[in-house]
């Protein structure tokens, strides 16, 4: 099993940037895809973005794409969701998640979850 910590949310204004992080506990966090998912109120949870366990392949909504980056560093049990041009539609809980494969942490997301962090954007 795996334990997910997320934290780096915040208030920030339109046009800025964040960085999302989530730790992971266990020894086996390499072997895990990572994606981060949002769920702003009154809508379902969605997904953001993913990265393959050896970081080779990454996922995006079409809406992030060109803003977000994930990026993970198996040293540290870490994966990061550097974003910019943040947007007030982007307001959102934000959460970590792993599993298995980055075809199911994309379509549905993985078997681990974070408590999630909240993103707010101020227009």
């Known amino acids: 099993q795996v334990q997910l910590v997320e934290s780096g949310g915040g208030l920030v204004q339109a046009g800025g940037s964040l960085r999302l992080s989530c730790a992971a506990s266990g020894r086996t966090f390499s072997s895990y895809t990572m994606g981060w998912f949002r769920q702003a109120p009154g809508k379902e949870r969605e997904f953001v973005a993913a990265i393959s366990w050896t970081g080779g392949t990454t996922n995006y909504v079409d809406s992030v794409k060109g803003r977000f980056t994930i990026s993970r560093d198996n040293t540290k049990n870490t994966v990061y969701l550097q974003m910019n041009s943040l947007k007030p539609e982007d307001t959102a809980v934000y959460y970590c998640?792993?599993?298995?494969?980055?075809?199911?942490?994309?379509?549905?997301?993985?078997?681990?979850w974070g408590q999630g962090t909240q993103v707010t954007v101020s227009s």
């Open positions: 998640n792993a599993g298995f494969s980055i075809v199911v942490v994309t379509e549905r997301g993985g078997d681990y």
